[in-house]
Nanobody, 124 residues
Framework: QVQLVESGGGLVQAGDSLRLSCVAS????????MGWFRQAPGKEREFVSGINSVGSYTSYSDSVKGRFTISRDNAKSTLYLQMNGTKLEDTAVYYC?????????????????WGQGTQVTVSS
């Protein structure tokens, strides 16, 4: 069992930066590939970014590529999402997720553990 707790969300203006964190506990963090997903009001949850268990491979959705950066610190059992150049359409609840495999996935059903989410609101 892995527990995930996100933090760092808030209200920012378009173009500002924000860094989300996700702290894991319960099992060795380095055993898990991780992902960030988000859900905007009235929309389905969507993949944002993924990272493999050792942090050597990352992937991004087209909508955030070049603006967001995913990273992890296995010594601190923490996952990060650096959000630069935020846009109105980035407004959503952001979730981190873990799967007990080396590689991440863009499909949410492949993740076993989820955090409670952190709200990000981008204003004009």
């Amino acid at each position: 069992q892995v527990q995930l707790v996100e933090s760092g969300g808030g209200l920012v203006q378009a173009g500002d930066s924000l860094r989300l964190s996700c702290v894991a506990s319960g099992r060795p963090f380095s055993n898990y590939a991780m992902g960030w997903f988000r859900q905007a009001p009235g929309k389905e949850r969507e993949f944002v970014s993924g990272i493999n268990s050792v942090g050597s491979y990352t992937s991004y959705s087209d909508s955030v590529k070049g603006r967001f950066t995913i990273s992890r610190d296995n010594a601190k059992s923490t996952l990060y999402l650096q959000m630069n150049g935020t846009k109105l359409e980035d407004t959503a609840v952001y979730y981190c997720a873990a799967r007990p495999y080396p590689n991440s996935s863009q499909r949410e059903h492949r993740y076993d553990y989820w955090g409670q989410g952190t709200q990000v609101t981008v204003s004009s």
